[in-house]
């Protein structure tokens, strides 16, 4: 009993978590409360620094040979060609077995996070590591999980051999069902490079799960195509522009040809202002109906208006397959939904359908303003409209929500898992699950 009270205490100090997004890596222990801290999952290879350069770089980062997070921005420039240097290491969510560059990032922005924590929590006299809990895609094969564990064996051995006491794997849609307290249901995790829909019955059921090949990147390349059709050509390169206009600008139509057909109209009601800072104002006037494009590819790219861009070679919207796993490139998000519920046991079909949770930065649009609800619609409306024109009576029955903190879910639920996780569960080779332990 002492030794469970004491466990107890230790993690309520010591369980970290980290969530690997294509886009964004987040990460931080428990004691940071709500909110972890959070950078671009890309690192840069100092593979072509000159001469002179190599002088004025720390040793230690030099020998690495590879720099994350704020530190990217500073060598950028320095380098020959830093854009074939410059490493997104996850691909859909995935980084494939033989890309050792791309575990090479990895392993640095997992060591170079850990090491801020670690080099004040090694104060306490009772620190052994952190319990880090790693929370990667649903469709992460098992090569992914094993070397994981691996990469932060290895990273604990840098960093003195007492920063990591034990190391869990967990999906992400799993995560974010522990932090809504969610034992039966559908995750629709939409994160930058990909959109995964998984069935949960106190787990994720994988026979039905569905990969859409879409998510915040191509919200962001269809709005690239707008600022050029709007006449902001130049601008369009600028990835924080595209960004800002993305957030501000982009509206879910509660259908899309009537929502372009009003806006064209009545181009003035639907118009909209984006100031980026004091230099830069994008204005959207009898482009305003184009809008609608950012928040409707990632429900549903199969509009003619996507195709006439794909068309052109200005937006590649298509299936992939990585594994055995096909990622759907055209399906719509309601088709998708329907397809994973069909993959369940019949007998908790209606009950995962009860209880949809939307999460993932690619679901936290702006409400729209109130004399725009005509057409447009928050995200669980319009999953909830899509489900109801394949099946009214199913979407009777269908309740649809967004997370509260959409970008920051999967951490929370991290942390709750690394939390419940008794200590004395130990790493299952067969099953992915447990601790494994570094340091006793």
């Known amino acids: 009993m002492v030794a469970v009270v004491e466990d107890v205490k230790y993690k309520a100090r010591f369980v970290y978590a980290e969530d690997y997004g294509t886009g964004y890596f987040k990460y931080g222990p428990i004691t940071l409360g709500e909110v972890p801290r959070i950078m671009p999952s890309r690192g840069l290879l100092l593979r072509d620094l000159p001469e002179s350069m190599k002088l004025l770089v720390p040793r230690d980062v030099l020998s690495r040979g590879v720099v994350v997070g704020d530190e990217v921005s500073k060598y950028l420039s320095s380098l020959r060609d830093a854009i074939r240097n410059l490493k997104y290491p996850l691909h859909d969510g995935i980084v494939r077995r033989e890309d050792e560059d791309a575990w090479r ?12 924590f670690h ?54 849609p799993f995560a974010v069902a522990i932090a809504e307290k969610a034992v039966t249901c559908i995750v629709i995790e939409a994160g930058h490079g990909n959109t995964q829909v998984v069935p949960i019955s106190y787990g994720p059921i994988r026979d039905g799960i569905v990969a859409l090949n879409r998510g915040g990147a191509e919200a962001n390349a269809i709005t690239r195509e707008v600022l050029k059709d709007a ?35 009545e181009p ?42 794909t068309q052109q070679g200005r937006l590649t919207i298509e299936d992939v397959t990585i594994g055995d796993m096909v990622f759907h490139g055209e399906m719509s998000l309601s088709d998708a939904v329907i397809s994973s519920v069909r993959r369940t046991p019949v007998e908790i079909q209606d009950k995962v359908l009860e209880n949809i949770i939307l999460s993932g930065g690619s679901f936290n649009w702006k409400t729209p303003p109130e004399g725009l609800r005509d057409v447009a619609v928050t995200s669980p409306e319009k999953v909830k409209i899509m489900i109801g024109k394949l099946s009214p009576e199913l979407a009777e029955r269908v309740n649809v929500r967004l997370v509260n903190d959409p970008q920051f879910s999967v951490w929370k639920g991290s942390i709750v898992y690394g939390y419940a996780l008794p200590l004395n569960v130990k790493w299952n080779e067969r099953t992915k699950e447990g601790w494994y332990f570094l340091n006793q």
């Open 105 to 116: 990032v990895v392993r640095e922005m997992t060591r170079f996070t850990i090491a801020q």
């Open 119 to 172: 080099s004040e929590a090694v104060k306490q006299s009772d620190y052994k590591g952190f319990l880090v809990v790693a929370a990667l895609s649903a469709l992460a094969p098992d090569y992914m999980k094993e070397r994981f564990v691996e990469l932060h064996d290895d990273v604990n051995r840098e960093l003195g051999g007492n920063a990591i006491r034990a190391v869990t794997v967990i999906d992400q």
């Open 231 to 265: 006449g902001y050509g130049d601008l369009a390169k600028d990835d924080y522009v595209v960004e800002v206009v993305k957030r501000e600008a982009g509206l879910i139509p509660r259908d899309l040809d009537e929502a372009i057909n009003k806006a064209k109209k």
């Open 268 to 309: 003035g009601k639907y118009a909209v202002s984006v100031k980026v800072n004091p230099l830069v104002t994008i204005e959207l006037k009898e482009y305003s109906w184009m809008r609608f494009l950012i928040g409707e590819i990632l429900f549903n790219p199969n509009h003619e208006i996507f195709r006439s861009y």
